[in-house]
């Protein structure tokens, strides 16, 4: 998903789905470790979504905090 598409969800939403990319990533690292083969390009993917989701939350936050001053 793109940065774009997230800027206009509801903040509860995106942490939501952050926790839920947080775990399938930690449960991905278990079955790396264990498989012959693993698929690199889907452990880069959830990293590179984590870092969006975190990165659209902090300019949510920032924006408030402007809003405020």
């Given at each position: 998903?793109?940065?774009?598409?997230?800027?206009?969800?509801?903040?509860?939403?995106?942490l939501?789905?952050?926790?839920?990319?947080?775990k399938?990533?930690?449960?991905l690292?278990?079955?790396?470790?264990?498989?012959?083969?693993?698929?690199?390009?889907?452990?880069?993917?959830?990293?590179?979504?984590?870092?969006?989701?975190?990165?659209?939350?902090?300019?949510?936050?920032?924006?408030?905090?402007?809003?405020?001053?």
């Amino acid at each position: 998903m793109k940065a774009n598409e997230l800027r206009g969800r509801d903040r509860e939403d995106l942490l939501r789905e952050l926790e839920q990319l947080q775990k399938d990533l930690f449960e991905l690292r278990f079955q790396w470790q264990s498989e012959e083969n693993p698929s690199s390009k889907r452990r880069r993917d959830l990293k590179r979504d984590v870092a969006r989701y975190k990165t659209v939350l902090r300019e949510i936050e920032l924006q408030q905090a402007g809003q405020q001053d």
